[in-house]
């Protein structure tokens, strides 16, 4: 490169378009042959690590604190400024590697996406995204205000979470209404951030040529080895092969709690009558114990996650002000993952923490490989490598390991997240049939249809396990609470595809678990340098939409699940 590289992604933290422009440049306007090809390459990365990082940085920032003026402007320059323009500029980029015709081992992948992106750039979108993004950071700012008053203080509504596990029903169902509350009265504000974003989507999708959003969107997240047909017939293998499950399991908690029907309420808290479980009483237990419960998985594990915790990359306790949600997110060029989370002591903060850290021990893992671009495989198997160490990780989460729970309330959180799977996927299918129905209809802009048919695709996944009645309100607020909505539209399939890695990956640890931990940890260190299908083989798996292969790992978790019932 002409322009020298700053050392450290500071240069980059108070930076304007203007700024970074001329990186992009030099890169575009260097000599590139095939004996300087790979030195092109790693400067490109490189340049990009650290861009990559300074915006990271800012948007975790923001997340910790929605409320600070400063952190929401640097959040907004490059959200609006930088990426959008970068966007353009990498499109030039990736049309000089690939008019070069330069393929090796491990770029192949690379080569395919850059393709790709090349095909859907089209440079009217590029102020289309900048406004998509001062709404995404808009949206992230209504939620971080919300709080509601409990017995006289005001808490957010994650910090109700907790009294949805109480052993009094009237409570669970004063904080689920209450939980709610905000998001009701919300609603009107809510739709019209998405009405906005619907329009300016739908605007995206036919610059680049295509019918819908959905179908943009498809291949937009560089996903060649399955189609949006796939995606119904996931839909439908759920219908058949896990609903009848959940009743099953809706119908033996309905015998322990002698309650019937059961309401929303009802589902949060321990059919037996047994109190809550307490994994922590502050977050400096929660991250220290964690660390144990890793090692036991895997040594290199529990000193990524030391790593990590001794850099402060750790902000996991809700308070009013930050956004909603969980994330890993990577720091590309010091080559370490930042945890983002909400903690409010309950069961599933644990599991968020297992979760998230699967991501971190994923970046960890590819970090090995030269380039960035090789790196990150894409959401499918990224979620693989985080929902998996969930699985691997429960049997350690007892006090004799270091973790966090008396042997009995470890095989209760362990029952918790095996049932919490099961029901998981009628969630996300609802989930990915709602997007794909609104992208694809024109009463998608309409804010009462959305709704309506919100309520039809529950009825079908959720079926009549639950009794809803007079809940409307209550049942459409869940869409509005679903961050991807709004911040990461079609992201969300990905999850249901990975749940069915990551159960592949555990039943193969419940016959070897150091053989399955081996295996897992070799298909992280390929990044995105295989294709799907070869990355779920690495780890013991199969990529899956069929509902007979479901049925059997549906029926691995309830033979599982009688078991720790016993």
């Known amino acids: 490169m002409v322009v020298a590289l700053p050392e450290s992604p500071d240069a980059f933290r108070d930076a304007t378009w203007e700024d970074v422009a001329p990186y992009f440049e030099a890169l575009a306007n260097s000599p590139l042959d095939r004996t300087n090809v790979e030195a092109w390459l790693a400067d490109w990365s490189l340049f990009e690590s650290l861009l990559s990082e ?74 289309l995204f900048s406004e998509l993004s001062k709404l995404e950071t808009e949206w992230s700012k209504v939620n971080g205000a919300m709080t509601v008053e409990w017995d006289g203080e005001l808490k957010t509504p994650a910090q109700l979470l907790p009294f949805l596990e109480s052993t009094d029903r009237a409570l669970r169902e004063r904080a689920f209404k209450l939980r709610a509350r905000p998001y009701i009265e919300q609603r009107d504000v809510l739709a019209d951030i998405f009405d906005r974003m619907y329009d300016l989507r739908q605007h995206v999708a036919r610059n680049a040529g295509f019918a819908n959003y959905r179908d943009y969107a498809h291949l937009e997240k560089n996903r060649f080895d399955y189609t949006p047909d796939d995606c119904l017939r996931f839909h439908e293998a759920v219908e058949s092969a896990v609903l009848p499950a959940v009743e099953r399991l809706m119908r033996r908690r309905r015998g322990h709690m002698r309650i019937d029907p059961l309401r929303p309420w009802d589902i949060t808290a321990d059919p037996r009558g047994r109190p809550p479980l307490k994994p922590f009483q502050d977050m400096s237990t929660l991250i220290a114990r964690a660390a144990n419960v890793f090692a036991h998985v895997d040594p290199e594990f529990g000193s990524y996650y030391r790593r990590m915790a001794e850099a402060n990359l750790l902000d996991l306790e809700n308070r009013k002000g930050k956004a909603p949600g969980g994330y890993c997110q990577t720091l590309a060029f010091r080559k370490m993952p930042l945890i983002f989370m909400n903690a409010v002591g309950v069961d599933g903060d644990v599991r968020t923490l297992l979760h998230e850290a699967g991501h971190a021990f994923h970046s960890f893992e590819a970090s090995a490989l030269p380039l960035l671009f090789q790196r990150h495989p894409g959401s499918e198997f990224a979620e693989v490598a985080s929902m998996s160490m969930e699985l691997l990780a429960t049997p350690f989460i007892d006090a004799d390991n270091g973790g966090y729970y008396s042997e009995a309330d470890a095989l209760r959180s362990r029952a918790d997240l095996l049932e919490g799977i099961v029901l998981f996927f009628p969630h996300c299918a609802s989930v990915d049939a709602f997007q794909q129905w609104i992208y694809l209809n024109d009463d998608g802009r309409d804010a009462d249809a959305r709704d309506r048919k919100w309520l039809e695709l529950r009825q079908r996944f959720e079926g009549s396990s639950l009794d809803w009645s007079g809940l409307d309100a209550e049942r459409i607020a869940r869409w509005y609470q679903q961050p991807h909505f709004f911040g990461s539209p079609f992201y969300y399939i990905e999850y249901g595809i990975a749940q069915l890695g990551a159960l592949q990956v555990w039943r193969n640890s419940l016959r070897d678990p150091q053989e399955a931990v081996r295996d897992y940890r070799g298909a992280l260190t390929l990044g995105a340098t295989k294709p799907l299908p070869e990355l779920f083989k690495a780890a ?22 009688a078991k720790l019932h016993d």
Request: with cysteine; hydrophobic share 40%; aromatic share 8%.
């Open 54 to 127: 300074a915006g990271a940085l800012a948007s975790f920032a923001y997340s910790c604190d929605t409320s600070d003026p400063a952190r929401e402007a640097a959040q907004l320059r490059f959200g609006t400024q930088i990426s959008p323009k970068a966007r353009e500029q990498r499109v030039r980029l990736q049309e000089r590697l690939v008019e070069l015709d330069y393929v090796r081992p491990g770029l192949e992948t690379t080569v395919q996406r850059f393709s790709n992106q090349m095909r859907l750039f089209a440079a009217a979108n590029v102020p």
């Open 540 to 561: 013991g798996a199969r990529l899956m939409f069929d509902s007979e292969g479901m049925r059997e790992l549906i029926s691995v978790v309830e033979e599982e699940l």
